[in-house]
């Protein structure tokens, strides 16, 4: 059997519409899909999403649903679906038909071929305002140099088909915080990527700002790096350098009797030296509150209703 795990927020309009086109898809390859479920996420929307999940749950028995106390955000809601999934392995994708159903086909011809993980990687990104590409590029050169192996997973998307093995094994993982695409690439396996180009949105609008998307950013790649605190030290080494040829400078023309180096100098480092501390200390600090949650342990997810 095959589990379709899809993360809802304030989704009514897509889901009718994903369920329509998915359960037809599958329906013409019945041969190849025999047996499928499909578990929606309510992600705390504020809509009639949860009301649309139940009717479709009353006309359809292969439909699961879960419904969390509010909004935990897309990760939290893949990780309950995989936690739900009674599959032999399970593909996750968006509920706004972004991530077209036709090619679930194809990732589960892969995966009897004995692929363990396909993921489908963006081809290009449709309609996307250029700064939000300048940030997906950054995000990934950052994420690229991290310190976990097989990373590299420019334009990977959320699109993926796991195996039960490697939905076990990502199941066993502590953290409460969890980047999906991140994990997925970590744990290994056989894995095959399949190319797509991403279509627009069927209905609604994307949940996406500026600022939540930074802080994504920044929450998922301080999972998985510890670059950023090397780079603390690198550039404490950088001033360290420079402290050293100006205190040799600086001593020089004191003992040459020359006129004291003016007022400006000492403004300026004072100001460098202060905002890199800050910066530093800032960068120390979000590890600090990552390390602050994650002691807490507290639940990824709290769920209301469980159908
Ligand atoms: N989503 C979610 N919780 C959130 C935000 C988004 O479950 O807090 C779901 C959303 O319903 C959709 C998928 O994640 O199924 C992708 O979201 P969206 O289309 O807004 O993101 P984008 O495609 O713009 O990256
Ligand atoms: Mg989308």
């Not at 159903?101 to 489908?120: A, D, K, N, T």
Request: charged fraction near 20%; charge should be negative.
């Amino acid at each position: 059997m095959l589990s379709l795990i899809v993360p809802s927020c304030n989704e009514e309009a897509s889901i009718p519409l994903l369920y329509n086109r998915t359960t037809e898809i599958l329906l013409q390859h019945k041969d190849l899909i025999t047996a499928f479920e499909i578990i929606f996420v309510d992600d705390g929307s504020n809509d009639n999403t949860w009301p649309t999940i139940k009717s479709l749950m009353q006309e359809d028995e292969r439909i699961h649903g879960i419904k969390f106390s509010r909004n935990f955000g897309k990760e939290s809601a893949i990780f309950a679906g995989l936690n739900k999934a009674k599959g032999d392995c399970a593909v996750v994708m968006d509920c706004d038909l972004q991530h077209p159903p036709e090619l679930i086909s194809e990732m589960y011809e892969q995966y009897l071929q004995g692929y363990q993980i396909v993921r489908c990687v963006k081809k290009h990104r449709n309609k996307e305002p250029i700064l939000r590409k300048l940030c997906n590029v950054l995000f990934f050169c950052l994420f690229d140099s991290s310190d976990s192996t097989r990373l590299s997973i420019d334009n990977a998307s959320d699109f993926q088909l796991l195996d039960r093995k490697v939905i076990d094994y990502i199941l066993r993982f502590q953290e409460t915080s969890l980047f999906f695409r991140g994990i997925s690439a970590y744990v290994g396996f056989k894995t095959k990527d399949i190319e797509f180009d991403v279509p627009e949105r069927v209905a609604g609008f994307s949940k996406w700002s500026y600022p939540s998307l930074i802080q994504y950013a920044f929450s998922n790649m301080s999972a998985f790096s510890s670059k950023p605190l090397q780079l603390v030290t690198f550039s404490g080494i950088i001033l360290l350098v420079l402290a050293i040829i100006l205190t040799i400078r600086t001593l020089y023309v004191y003992f040459m009797d020359a006129a004291a180096p003016g007022i400006t100098t000492v403004i300026i480092l004072l100001l460098f030296i202060g905002s890199m501390l800050m910066f530093s200390l800032g960068i120390i600090g979000f590890y600090v509150g990552k390390i602050f949650e994650e002691v807490k342990h507290r639940p990824r997810y709290i769920i209301d209703e469980e159908k």
